[in-house]
């Protein structure tokens, strides 16, 4: 969940931003997709590992299975746009800590596990990469679940096996504020990077397969991380610092660090993480952030969050129409992609959009615009078969190595 104050894209102190109120069209409408695109993009398994849809399912009011003018996320636009499988992220706030952090965990995981019993048809909870392929063979759309900020274990190992025992197959190690036992990239460092029990808790997610994932990490964490693990790592949804000089993006020498291990950055869609310009205007425009800011409450209320994410971003978008912020268009998110293969090839690099929980470029409004990725790539000359792995085969990759990292450890994925 990318959250940011409300709009402040670069003081790295996030606030919520899902639901956003884009308006719902078809790729189709406003990109020309070739037809070689359009055959690809929907015979591959496409996955997303990082949407903050759950946060809407909450609302007992919501039906993911309806077609919704706001938002990122729905079964009907999940269905046009060619996507295969999805990791809902289960998220709350860095701050709220104790046994009210494993609370609302589980309270999410139970929201997610219910959403799939009511839309069996169309839905499959997956815990294995053979259990996402079935489903996707079965013509269904493949659910998983990641824990996004480690702070929802309470300190306690257990819950690790807790989480994973009910289909839980990534965390996130620390969101934007440090843990107990791991340094945030969006915080001051207090532990060097991995305490000694933060190294503790990424072998106990290895036991049990479930995925290191070292978006929102300092530096010093993500090598620490990757020193500790047993399995690959992934970056479940950042994009390249080399880019957009965002402390939630990773460096050259990152990445080229994660893919040596066999692991994958999934290129996040949010616009502070992937335009400069878009960073830097905000740099020179301070004020921005506080007319927004006041706009939005003046809209909602002081503690309306459901209103003010829907109308933060209109507030937002409002003064790029104004000519008071740059455009970021979707082609941005391409070169990301770009980038990191170029640094480490078709083999490490996926997709963690952050749909429902930031600010996506013109032109990626929704789900249903994901062809838009293969038809450009398709033009970049990349071959099918690299499309494949970054549309959905790399992660695939990691989850089966994670799986046979738990097996060889004598754990259960």
């Not at 197959?169 to 945030?184: I, K, P």
């Not at 455009?327 to 490490?348: C, F, N, P, S, Y």
């Amino acid at each position: 969940m990318t959250r940011i104050c409300p709009i402040c894209l670069l003081c790295g102190l996030v606030v919520l931003l899902p639901f956003l109120s884009h308006p719902s069209s078809s790729a189709s409408s406003s990109y020309e997709i070739s037809p070689e695109a359009k055959k690809l993009h929907f015979s591959s398994l496409v996955i997303d590992t990082h949407d903050d849809t759950t946060q809407r399912l909450l609302d007992p009011k919501f039906d993911i299975g309806a077609r919704h003018s706001d938002g990122n996320i729905d079964i009907p636009r999940m269905r046009e746009g060619g996507l295969g499988g999805i990791f809902f992220s289960i998220w709350i706030p860095g701050t709220v800590t104790g046994p009210i952090a494993v609370d609302r965990a589980l309270q999410q995981i139970e929201a997610v596990r219910t959403m799939v019993a009511t839309h069996p048809k169309d839905m499959a909870l997956c815990t294995t990469a053979a259990q996402v392929r079935a489903a996707h063979d079965a013509g269904k759309i493949a659910v998983l679940m990641g824990v996004e900020g480690g702070h929802m274990i309470n300190n306690d190992l257990a819950n690790i096996d807790k989480f994973a025992a009910l289909g839980v197959r990534y965390m996130t190690l620390t969101h934007f504020v440090n843990t107990d036992w791991a340094d945030s990239s969006t915080d001051k460092p207090a532990h060097n990077g991995l305490t000694d029990f933060g190294k503790k808790v990424v072998q106990a997610m290895n036991r049990v397969g479930m995925m290191v994932d070292i978006s929102h990490v300092a530096d010093k964490t993500f090598y620490d991380a990757l020193e500790v693990s047993q399995a690959p790592l992934i970056a479940s949804h950042s994009s390249c610092r080399a880019l957009c000089d965002a402390p939630r993006d990773m460096t050259d020498a990152m990445i080229k660090a994660l893919a040596a291990k066999g692991g994958v950055i999934q290129i996040n869609y949010h616009i502070g993480f992937i335009s400069q310009k878009f960073r830097d205007a905000e740099a020179a425009h301070p004020e921005v952030e506080k007319e927004v800011e006041a706009e939005t409450k003046k809209r909602c209320g002081e503690t309306n969050e459901a209103c003010s994410t829907v109308e933060g971003e209109k507030v937002l978008r409002e003064y790029v129409a104004a000519g008071k912020l740059p455009r970021v268009d979707w082609t941005e998110i391409i070169d990301h992609i770009d980038h990191a293969v170029k640094l480490v090839g078709a083999d490490h690099v996926g997709l963690g959009s952050d749909f429902d929980g930031a600010n996506m470029p013109y032109g990626m409004d929704d789900v249903t615009h994901l062809p838009q990725i293969t038809d450009a790539l398709l033009k970049k000359g990349y071959s099918e078969s690299d499309i494949k792995k970054i549309l959905g085969g790399n992660t695939l990759r990691v989850m089966e190595a994670a799986e046979a990292t738990a097996q060889k450890m004598g754990g259960k994925p």
